[in-house]
Every structure is written in C-alpha cells, then in structure tokens.
C-alpha cells in the first residue's frame, strides 16, 4: 500500500511538472526562473538535510561530480526543456523526455562499458517510430515548421543532459554518496551555474541587469514555481528515491512510462494540444519502446506485483 502511495506521489509530481514549466513563460528570463525554483528546492532541502543529519562528508572529487550533476541535471537540461515549452505542447516535451530510457542505454555502453541488451535496438527502433508518429501530424499541418523543429531540438537536447546526469548519479552510487547528499549539492551547484548564466545572456542580447524583470505578476508563475520547487523538486525527487531503495531503480523508472499520458492529457485541458489517431498511435509505440529497452513486459509485471506488495522489494537491481 505505501509502494502505491509513494508511486502516485511521483506521478501526481512529475506528472504535472511540465504544465507548471509552461506556466512559467513569460516576462522573467528562462534561468532566472530556474534559478528561483532550484534556489528555493535547494533551501528547502538543505534545511531537511540539516535538521536529520542527511548530508555526508564529501571529498573534492565528489564535489566535482556534483558540480557535473548540477550542470546536466539542475540547469542545462531544464533551460532546453523550459525552451522546448515554448514552441510545443508540454505534454509533448514529457514524452521525449521519456526516451531517455534508450540516451542511458547508450551512453551506460560509452561511459560504464556496460552493452544494452539486445531488447535495446528493438526499443529505439519503437521510439523513433514513435517520435515520428506523434509529430507527424503537427509537422504536417505546419509545413514542417522551424517552431515545431526548435521544439523537438531543445526537448531532445535536454533529455540528452537528463541522461549525462544519471551517469554522474551512477557514478555516486559507486562511490558511496547517498542521492540525498548529491541531489542537495547539485540544486546548490545548479543555481550557481544560473546565476552566472543570466547576466552572460544579459551581455550576448545587449541588455543590463537593470532592464532585467524579477517577476511575473501573473498567479500561474507563482503557482507553477511553487509547484516545481516544492512538488517536482523536493517532494518528486524525494520521494522517487525512497520508491527506488524499495522495489528497486529498473521498477521504479515504469514511472517514466506513465508520466507522459498524464503530462498529456493535462496539455490537452489546459492547452492547445488536441489528439488525434496518428498522435495516439505514437504515444503506444514510445510506451511500448521504453517498456523494451527496461526489459520488456515481466519487469512491468514485477513492478506492478511489488508496488501492490505481493512480493519482497529488492534493495537492488
């Protein structure tokens, strides 16, 4: 029963996290309001960590690779897919974001060494299949727009660093330093990197810090970063950890397939997104690739049987 709890908390979190980020546009620059959201998770996080003794020691080769994390996780990745907003539907973005299942496929072979198995090629043959199903009709009715393209780049883009950042994460885990302590000091790093980003985009656009907007007096900007930094950060993250050391990291990414329909269909109420049978054929066949590369329908099943707490969850995969 708290399995089915904690995953729902990840899907209600991350879910609706791309809606939050499309209420974001607006008047305030991209990573400012990035850096407000991973300031405020970062706060919040460190004063969790403070109170219950959570944040390890850590050396300066730790330190490094949370810098790393912070620039792949917490800053890079979000100012692509903050981009990818603003030219495609929200719900959109989720579902490329899910393909990351096939970037840690390969990137686990270029970096760890570690061969994809052979479901792998099968999986990203069904998600480019997929990716294409699910554009075609936007790409159709815009002739091939550059906005649509833009779109699709900047979400693949920021999918990519996505993935860059769980190999810094497995690398952590080899290490010893516990995913409380490097999520911590990677938000930390991530809002540093931010901050020095805005005012060199100041420079490149021939702006100043004085022309600089601060804030969107619209209540969905308060209300989407409220949600990311509360929900999507410290409650999503924090909680998809605390479903991984109990039923496992390969069970607990089933998350990634179900979080797009939901991301979707929030699109569909709240934005211009409208279904239609080629977008729904997609939507199946990206599914079905990701369930492939994870290991196809038995570890769904077992990931299902776990969360319903019909067998002992493994510590590890």
Not at 134 to 163: C, E, P, Y
Request: charged residues 5%.
């Amino acid at each position: 029963m708290f399995n089915t709890v904690l995953y729902s908390a990840v899907l209600i979190a991350w879910g609706g996290s791309w809606l939050a980020i499309k209420w974001q546009e607006g008047p305030v620059p991209v990573a400012l309001s990035i850096l407000y959201r991973f300031g405020l998770a970062t706060v919040i996080m460190l004063l969790i960590a403070i109170l219950l003794g959570k944040l390890q020691k850590t050396s300066r080769r730790d330190q490094f690779f949370c810098l790393l994390q912070g620039l792949f996780l917490f800053s890079l990745n979000f100012l692509a897919f903050y981009q990818a907003t603003h030219y495609i539907a929200s719900g959109l973005v989720a579902v490329v974001m899910s393909t990351a299942t096939l970037f840690n496929a390969l990137h686990n072979q270029l970096i760890w060494n570690i061969r994809p198995a052979a479901s792998f090629r099968l999986g990203a043959v069904l998600g480019i299949a997929g990716l294409s199903l699910l554009f075609w009709s936007d790409l159709v009715a815009q002739q091939w727009s550059l906005d649509s393209l833009k779109g699709i780049g900047f979400a693949l883009l920021g999918t990519w660093l996505f993935s860059l950042g769980n190999m810094v994460g497995v690398r952590h885990g080899r290490a010893g330093v516990t995913a409380f302590t490097s999520t911590s000091w990677g938000m930390l790093y991530g809002c540093a990197i931010l901050a020095l980003l805005i005012p060199l985009q100041l420079l490149a656009q021939g702006e100043s810090l004085s022309t600089l907007t601060l804030w969107d007096p619209n209540p969905q900007y308060l209300i989407g970063l409220l949600y990311l930094a509360v929900i999507a950060s410290v409650v999503g993250f924090t909680t998809y950890l605390m479903l991984i050391s109990r039923i496992g990291a390969n069970n607990a990414a089933y998350a990634l397939v179900i979080t797009p329909i939901l991301a979707l269909t929030l699109s569909s109420v709240f934005e211009y997104y409208q279904w239609t049978g080629t977008s729904l054929a997609g939507l199946a066949v990206i599914m079905l690739g990701n369930v492939v590369v994870m290991g196809g329908l038995s570890r769904i099943s077992l990931a299902v049987n776990q969360l319903r707490g019909r067998q002992p969850a493994p510590v590890n995969d």
